[in-house]
């Protein structure tokens, strides 16, 4: 099993910027890839990024936030983030972690595991 605690979530301006961290544990060796993936009220939830947990080497992004949102990792912390620029209103919604022994990129229902999630509220 991996456990998955997000944080960083809060309250912002448009324009501007907050990083949110996801926590590993747990059999963290099992993970290739992770992702984040955000809800909004009345909404479905939807992709945001993903990157593959063993080197980073690949990431994936929504058209939506592409050049706006960063994501990263640091397997020694076992900790995954989302850096968030540009803050746009849209961009409200509860922000989720997800991790999986294989990489489904965008397909949110093939993760195994996912976190809590973290509230963004981005006003205008």
């Known amino acids: 099993q991996v456990q998955l605690v997000e944080s960083g979530g809060g309250l912002v301006q448009a324009g501007g910027s907050l990083r949110l961290s996801c926590a590993a544990s747990g059999r963290t060796f099992s993970i290739y890839g992770m992702g984040w993936f955000r809800q909004a009220p009345g909404k479905e939830r939807e992709f945001v990024a993903a990157i593959r947990w063993s080197d980073g080497a690949n990431t994936y992004y929504a058209d939506s936030v592409k050049g706006r949102f960063t994501i990263s990792r640091d397997n020694a912390k076992n900790t995954l983030y989302l850096q968030m620029n540009s803050l746009k209103p849209e961009d409200t919604a509860v922000y989720y972690c997800?991790?999986?022994?294989?990489?489904?990129?965008?397909?949110?229902?093939?993760?195994?595991?996912w976190g809590q999630g973290t509230q963004v509220t981005v006003s205008s």
């Open positions: 997800a991790a999986d022994r294989q990489f489904p990129i965008a397909s949110g229902d093939e993760y195994d595991y």
